[in-house]
């Protein structure tokens, strides 16, 4: 005899008070009927860096769920075999909202920065050169109003310039660590998923890993503060609102 438990059900026991617990099927995307979607298959919504795969958008009271990509292509509302509940196609719109602020939010905080660290020079400079920069500067003989205002331009765009360098030296850091962290591979995935670049041909290049990390580093140079407002800002405050806006309230059991 075999000593695996017994799945059949009592004939004693009346079927209809028996609950069954739908774990699996929730853990499935009920239009696909996958867990995962693909790799190269871009979700609707916010990227989250700290989850390898989307997750699926609860579609009806009793949390079966599905992916927002599917939901999209779908086309029509979708109802749920369990429940009836009908899950309109429009929610997505909402999830779409959500990714175009956090990629606008992402931007400006990126051009905020820059600007921040130039002020944050020009106030250094009035602090340690004082209001009247004239004498200050030649000694006993004062600058012409026109010398001035080139010095002070000059000054503005090294402050402009330094600020700059100084977001580009913060993305490097970030990128780099972003690669030690989570990996290439991930990192690649979410340089994807945010920007839309897809860069694993790179790696099937005869210098390989090579050529990915000088890539992500320049991207890193030049919109890695970029990603790091996207990555670690934005995208999880917004998906946590986008949460709740979606969010169906959970039926009672029926006990």
Known sequence: MSDAPSTSVSPNVPTD???YHPYHSKRVCQICRNRYLPSNVRDIGPYLIHQR???LHPTCPCRYGAHAVCIKQYGTDFVCQNCNYI???RHIRFAQFFCFLSHTLSLASAIALVV??????KALDELGLGEEKGPKLDGDEKWHDHELDEIINWLNTVHYATGIAGEAMLGLVYMVGVCLVIGLDRAVLMVWHILYLNLE???KTRM???VL???LCCLGLLIGTYLLFFSWV????LHHVKRRVLNIKKAPLDV
Do not use: D, E, Q, T
């Open 234 to 237: 934005w995208a999880s405050l």
């Open 87 to 89: 899950y309109h196609v």
């Open 213 to 215: 990390y000088i890539a």
């Open 17 to 19: 008070h028996i609950y």
């Open 208 to 210: 390989g890993k090579s």
């Open 53 to 55: 795969h989307p997750g």
């Open 201 to 203: 041909w790179l790696g």
């Open 116 to 121: 921040g660290l130039a002020h944050l020079g």
